[in-house]
């Protein structure tokens, strides 16, 4: 999900919500900490100089069951946030500390965000030596082929 597409969809809400990839809800005591943008400048292991930027969110927990953070002060929040720090229509990166810190994807279902598991990859696949994955074989369609050693063929 992008800035622009969050800030789309607080416009229309009257609460938030963050859910985390197992189905349970951020509790709803949580504050936004942070909005900022990160950039990654690294080089692959194929030799290819890289840059990503993606608009950070930090969710934080606290003892503090009084405050709830509602739709338009994460808007204004997001919104200075791109004025002051020149940050462009870039995919949000959600950090929460489950058991660790996590970085998670953003994506939303109408009703809440849901914070999506990243993966690592191979951006180098074709320079480091990663072999492609083979095609699978059902059993079944070997055996459609002619037979090569069938009783009485004589081929033993």
Not at 45 to 61: D, I, K, M, S, Y
Request: proline letters at 4%.
């Amino acid at each position: 999900m992008k800035l622009s597409e969050i800030k789309s969809e607080l416009k229309t809400l009257k609460t938030i919500a963050f859910q985390l990839p197992n189905g349970t809800l951020v509790p709803n005591h949580f504050h936004v900490t942070e909005v900022g943008k990160i950039s990654k400048h690294f080089i692959d292991c194929g030799g290819t100089v890289r840059t990503e930027n993606v608009a950070n969110f930090q969710l934080w927990e606290a003892d503090d069951y009084d405050h709830r953070l509602h739709p338009e002060k994460l808007l204004d929040i997001i919104e200075l946030s791109e004025k002051v720090l020149n940050i462009e229509d870039l995919e949000i990166e959600v950090e929460y500390q489950g058991d660790t810190i996590g970085k998670y994807g953003l994506d939303f279902d109408g009703k809440n965000f849901l914070l999506t598991n990243k993966l690592t990859d191979c951006l180098a696949k074709d320079k480091c030596g990663i072999p492609t994955e083979k095609p699978k074989l059902k059993f079944s369609d070997l055996q459609n082929e002619a037979p090569s050693c069938a009783p009485g063929s004589g081929c033993c």
